[in-house]
Each structure stands twice: as C-alpha cells, then as structure tokens.
Nanobody, 124 residues
Framework: QVQLVESGGGSVQAGGSLRLSCAAS????????MGWFRQAPGKEREGVAY???????SYVDSVKDRFTISRDNAKNILYLQMNSLKPEDTAMYYC??????????????????WGQGTQVTVSS
C-alpha cells in the first residue's frame, strides 16, 4: 500500500521558516521523481519544487532562493525547507511521486501518488 504522509506545516509570520517532510512507503521511493505542489483556496494546484531520482532540482520562480527541496533515499523522506516565507505562500502543500521519465515534472497529472497535504499559513 503506497503512502505519502506530509508533516511540518503550521502558522508562521512573514519572514519565518518551516520545514515540510513527506514520508513515503509502499513503493520503490528512490526510483521515483518527487515534487511539492501547493493549492490555495480558489486557485489551481501549483508546482513549487521538483527533484529527480538522480537528485536534480528545479523550482518555480516565485520560490527560487527561498525554498530548498531535498530527499533522503535511505529514510524514504522528501523535504521542503521554506525560508523567508510570504503571505502569498499560504496554501495546502502536497508531495507527489512520479515514475518514468523526468519530462513532465511540472505537470501534476503526470504524478502517480499523492499525499493528503499539510497546511501552511503565513501572516503579515
């Protein structure tokens, strides 16, 4: 049974930091590319950061130099370190897993598994 379980969300003031974690089980984690997505109320799901099974990373422009995605293949955990948080970062954050080619990392429809999400709220 595949499971992706996010944790680490919460409420912080602007300028603060949070570290999200995503614990994976039930599949060959190291073979999968991983991504963090977010969705704010009334908005479409947005890709935030991606990491391939080889460790290459990429980010949406709005979080570059503030967020860092990483993975621990020994522990089957995905991380998202979020610094200098802004109110516009407020959203439900989801981790997702994608098998196959790294092409399509930014397309949520290409992902095979999803977590249930963790809420991040940033106040001004």
């Amino acid at each position: 049974q595949v499971q992706l379980v996010e944790s680490g969300g919460g409420s912080v003031q602007a300028g603060g930091s949070l570290r999200l974690s995503c614990a994976a089980s039930g599949y060959s984690y190291s073979r999968y590319h991983m991504g963090w997505f977010r969705q704010a109320p009334g908005k479409e799901r947005e890709g935030v950061a991606y990491i391939t099974n080889a460790g290459s990373t990429s980010y949406v422009d709005s979080v570059k130099d503030r967020f860092t995605i990483s993975r621990d293949n020994a522990k089957n955990i995905l991380y998202l370190q979020m610094n200098s948080l802004k109110p516009e970062d407020t959203a439900m954050y989801y981790c997702a897993a994608k098998i196959g080619l790294w092409v399509g990392l930014t397309d949520p429809s290409k992902y095979n598994y999803w977590g249930q999400g963790t809420q991040v709220t940033v106040s001004s």
